[in-house]
């Protein structure tokens, strides 16, 4: 790219993390230093604020770069996408946000551990968190990578480093000086952006074919490469059985995997009330309802006016085929037009990688802190003491994170994002349902819930095409990959709920029924929530 696009795109990128940064540092001034501060804002936000908020902390990189990048190379295949991750917020709302709100304080093992034996649920509970956060900062950090190597044309693996390094430097001083209030407010600011950048980029789409979609559909057909198949289903999953198997388990770990994500559930925390908490789930799926109807169009798009061969040899995973789309709508590359439009899309998809890091990182370094720190080293830690374990821990998990994306610099967000939403569904989402609704459920079936899901879940990956055996793999070298599935939803969920239903039934500890109605009132009704 020109040395415009490097500029422009550069003190947009600068401008944004001043702003972000001034907005951490004044929060740090006036805030009080307490548990409830840092993991909560105080809870004194607003069901819209909260709902812009959730939906900034969702907007991920995988869904601005890596769904449309995967739409442009795949085309129908790449909807499923767009698809699971809407409709995994009719779970969230239906079945967990209300209940959540008011049988939790901090984090997800506030609510499992509300009737059973604290301790070695925490541990677990906790340690699937972080797993979990730990794959989904990895795909924003890939992301981040893949957006500065196509802004200093591609050729600079140390840049992509760098940047990397940069972005999970800036994720610590966020969650270290400002807690959720500054994460919050930054997610705010950088929704807001992203869905002006959004809706700027499929009105242009749409006035470049003059607002008729079959003309936009039939162009993308043209320059895929693909022919008519392009707008039918099994292009990337419908090959031999592994690929549309892997479909199915893509499809329950992105609908299932929304309602275990540490970072969202502890942002139903940062309202009053549980009636809040719906509200601002409400507010939340208009906005990314709006914003994935939206990936569509940009990914159509993009092979459309770009062409699926340009997308895939800037970016094998398709990462970049929204800045490329934005080139060529603001008048192409050289133009002042494609340069100002390509740098403010980059700007934009660099803020939402920085908010979304920081709410990840800020979720899992709580669970880190109120969960493990707490259980392991100290009973009765001192809440103090305890916020200063988890900006510690912040800085732990993004030394972490960095390494992994280092390995995982060619593949595709969106993907790595499925790979998180599957754990999180695996570990998490069993454990969670059948703390709310079994009355029978006990400790040992809920720690067997947790580690049945957790433990294949990972192992599976390890042993996925996703590590080795493939040349799109993170060590395309080596081959030793049992497992055929990329993704391991459809074996490792049905296992998480089946290790909790038979650590149940072998437990010898008798489930506590009146600690199970205490939950059940509270969950209900909000009575004793704090």
Known sequence: MSGDHQTLA?????????VTLGITTWVSRNRRGSAEEFYTGGRLFSPMENGFAIAGDYMSAASFLGISGVIALFGYDGMLYSVGFLVAWLVVLFLVAELVRNCGRFTLADVVAARMSERPLRIAVGSSSVAVSVLYLVAQMVGAGSLVALLLGGTSEAARAWTVIGVGALMVIYVSLGGMRATTWIQIVKAVLLMAGAITLTVLVLVRFHGDVDDLLNSAVAHSGHGKEFLSPGL?????????????????????????????????????TARAARRSV??????????????????????ALVGSDAVRASNAAGNTAVPLLALDLGGGAGSTGGTVLFAVVAAVAF???LAVVAG???????????????????????????????????????????????????????????????????????????????????????????????????????????????????????????????????????????????????????????????????????????
């Open 10 to 18: 550069l003190l947009l990128f600068s401008a944004f993390v001043a």
């Open 351 to 353: 803020a939402t990688i």
């Open 236 to 272: 990337k999953y419908g090959g031999d059985w592994t690929a549309r198997v892997d479909f199915i388990s893509l499809g329950l770990a992105l609908v299932l995997g929304t309602a275990g994500l540490p970072h969202i559930l502890s942002r139903f925390y940062t309202v009053p």
């Open 360 to 530: 990840i990182t800020l979720a899992s370094s709580a669970s880190v802190a109120h969960d493990l720190y707490a259980s392991l080293k100290r009973k009765h830690a001192k809440q103090r003491s305890e916020v200063a374990v988890a900006r510690v821990a912040a800085a732990g998990i993004g030394a972490v994170a960095i390494a992994v994306s280092l390995l995982a610099q060619d593949l595709n967000v969106a993907f790595l994002v499925g790979l998180a939403f599957a754990v999180a569904a695996s570990a998490n989402l069993p454990v969670l349902l059948y703390s709310l609704f079994w009355r029978n459920f006990t400790t040992r079936g809920a720690v067997w819930s947790v580690y049945g899901g957790l433990i294949p879940a990972v192992l599976l990956v390890v042993l996925s095409p996703v590590v080795s055996g493939s040349p799109e793999a993170i060590f395309p070298g080596a081959d030793f990959h049992l497992f055929p599935l990329q993704n391991p939803g459809v074996v490792s969920i049905p296992l998480g709920f089946l290790a909790g239903w038979i650590g149940t039934l072998l437990s010898s500890e008798p489930p506590d029924e009146a600690r199970h109605a205490e939950t059940e009132v509270r969950s209900l009704t909000g009575a004793g929530a704090v």
């Open 282 to 303: 409400v507010w939340s799926i208009g906005l990314i309802g709006g914003f994935y109807l939206m990936t569509i169009v940009l990914g159509f798009g993009a092979a």
